[in-house]
């Protein structure tokens, strides 16, 4: 039996309210022939105001879908922030934590990430946990050291059950946006590494960093690979949905 994949899209900060429901008038149709596969898991994360639109195209596709990132307290003096209880009226099944581009732009902290990590699981939501090295990191030989800080300040203080829910998207900094992917083999090297690390088999660990139809086949084929966490490649239902039917040949 061949193994099951999640192709997760996240939009970062595109598609408008009305650009979302654009882009499920064209995702019905392209998914209609996939929806019955059961080897496929498919989600979106959209930005928090096209969150609507947002559920009522993922719930008509049977898709799971969330936000990019939430704040970890429920409620209170925290101006701009958004909360859990707030999404969770919207349905949503994930919640996309530590992405490079809040621990490099926005400046989040291991802590803040675990915090937010341990916040999600207690409302019964998915985190899909971003980790992954800069160039520079990787270049002065220190990336193992870098994802373990990442992985380990993030999982050590919960129970097994809760390590099991994660999904783990391992997402090196110098491949996001760039249209530089890590090759295969060091793609595989770090998912396979951080299995170890995670002390789970069975735990989802995805890979992201410009993956798209024509680099999908080789990076999904890889063991210890789960699956995508797409940014680019996820705005237009054709170039997404290319990344199952390529890897599926
Ligand atoms: C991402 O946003 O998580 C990502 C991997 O982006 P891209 O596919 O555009 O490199």
Known sequence: MSKKIYLYGNWKMNNTYSETEKF?????PAYAPLKADANLEVG???PFTSLWPLSQGAKKNGIVFGAQNVY??????????ISIPMLKEYDITHIIIGHSERRHIFLESDEVIAKKVKAVLDAGISP??????????????????VMERQLKSAI???????????IYAYEPVWAIGTGKTATPDQAEEVCAWSRKLIGDDKVVILYGGSVKGSNAKELLSMKDI???????ASLKPASFLEIYTAYKG
């Open 226 to 232: 789960d699956g995508a966490l797409v940014g680019g």
């Open 156 to 166: 050590s203080s919960l129970i097994p059950a809760e390590v099991n829910k994660i």
């Open 72 to 81: 970890y307290e429920p409620k209170g003096a925290f101006t701009g922030e």
């Open 24 to 28: 499920f008038e064209e995702f019905t």
């Open 128 to 145: 899909v946990l971003c980790y992954g090295e800069t160039l520079e990191e990787r270049e002065s030989g220190n990336t193992f050291t």
């Open 44 to 46: 979106i994360f959209a």
